[in-house]
């Protein structure tokens, strides 16, 4: 058995979450409810477990306070689900921390997918560094975050994303390639990773290629045009995306 705590504020969403976690996850065991910061840190604390549903808004304060003042005082090993409204500055945040977060209403098929994650992880004994990401990134309150978490098999790792040369797309897998680190292949697509690092000067210039313009080296027209980056890779260049690279470096 899995055990984990459910807080939020909504009676009516605990209850439901308890029903569809009874239907779809019946290995998860839930030893504990709170409803605002201060029972959900005492509750978290007290049993420890391993997973913690956690919604964003509670009466008295959020769930990231209930983060913060638990880690005061001991480590968290639990595996945080987020419960949360379409807020895009939250889900970014979990975004880049590699966190698992669940939209209201919630939908069974995204639970059950969120469940097998969990799992996986609690299974594994994963670190939970990404959390300390998160409570960098939520206490900062700015957009432009600086890193990034990145989850496989090994665990999750957290990198500077100023370092990031470029990315790879092999099927549903994203290879990453560091400076100063061997590669990293995580099992999300490219596209998800194009979406958020385009605000820090990456650009897709192939169906399997998402560069670091701050590492491109050249720009190379014969053979049908292609790139040569810092890591003295050579990378081509799909034909509709020329145009906007050509535009692109006449601004830089």
């Known amino acids: ?30 030893i ?41 005082s001991v480590k968290i090993n639990s595996q945080i689900v987020f419960i949360t409204a379409h807020e895009q500055y939250a889900i ?14 919630v939908d069974p098929e995204e639970l059950e997918k969120v469940i097998e ?12 560094a990404h959390i300390d990401l998160l409570l960098e990134n939520i206490r900062k309150k700015v957009d432009n975050f600086k890193r ?5 098999a090994d665990g999750v ?22 400076k100063n ?5 995580i099992s999300k697509t490219l596209k998800e990773y194009e979406e958020l690092l385009a605000e820090h000067g990456f650009e897709r210039i192939h169906q399997s290629h998402l560069i670091n313009l701050n590492y491109l080296k050249s720009y190379i027209k014969k053979d049908g045009g ?17 145009e906007r690279l050509q535009e692109i470096l006449k601004t830089i």
């Open 92 to 105: 970014k945040a979990f975004r880049f921390s590699a966190l698992d977060f669940l939209l209201k209403p």
């Open 148 to 152: 990034i978490a990145l989850s496989n």
């Open 181 to 185: 680190n061997k590669p990293i292949l």
């Open 1 to 30: 058995m899995i055990t984990a705590i459910l807080i939020d504020d909504d009676i009516n969403l605990r209850n439901g979450m308890k029903a569809l976690l009874e239907r779809t996850a019946p290995e998860i065991q839930i």
């Open 226 to 242: 292609y790139v040569v980056m810092a890591d003295e890779t050579h990378l081509p260049i799909s034909h509709r995306k020329k």
């Open 117 to 128: 994650k969990v799992k996986s992880i609690v299974h594994k004994n994963d670190s939970v």
């Open 32 to 72: 504990g409810e709170a409803d605002s910061v201060e029972t959900g840190a005492v509750l978290m604390k007290k049993t420890q477990p391993q997973v913690v549903f956690l919604d964003i808004h509670l009466g008295d304060g959020s769930g990231f306070d209930i983060l913060e003042e638990v880690s005061k």
């Open 157 to 178: 790792h957290l990198f500077e994303i100023s370092d990031i040369i470029r990315c790879e797309s092999l099927d549903n897998y994203t290879k990453f390639y560091i």
